[in-house]
């Protein structure tokens, strides 16, 4: 998708370990712009659980975000993703 591309590109990382190293490898192999991290071993409580903790990673570092509800990490994502875009649109 070289042509195609979107103007931003989110990946997801689930990891059990090293969260953030991974996610930072994951990042750089995938070619995305952005990848939410998060820990989805037993210990991490994500899977199943209601609450979720994730890291944005980017070319710039990471944000860890605090421990949250899934819904409000997605609205917190969603926050994130809309001014990143008008940035870009206003870019181009």
């Known amino acids: 998708m070289k042509t195609k591309r979107p103007q931003l590109?989110?990946?997801?990382?689930a990891e059990t370990e090293k969260v953030i190293e991974?996610?930072?490898a994951k990042l750089k192999r995938k070619g995305c712009d952005w990848i939410i991290a998060n820990d989805v071993s037993a210990?991490?409580?994500a899977m199943g659980g209601d609450d979720n903790?994730?890291?944005?990673?980017?070319?710039?570092?990471v944000d860890s975000w605090p421990t949250?509800?899934?819904d409000e990490v997605a609205k917190t994502l969603v926050a994130r993703i809309a001014p990143?875009?008008?940035?870009?649109?206003d870019e181009a």
Do not use: N, P, Y
């Open 53 to 61: 903790a994730v890291h944005l990673i980017t070319a710039s570092g």
């Open 43 to 45: 210990e991490g409580g």
């Open 22 to 24: 991974h996610a930072k």
């Open 84 to 89: 990143a875009l008008k940035d870009l649109k």
């Open 68 to 70: 949250q509800a899934k």
């Open 9 to 13: 590109v989110i990946g997801f990382a």
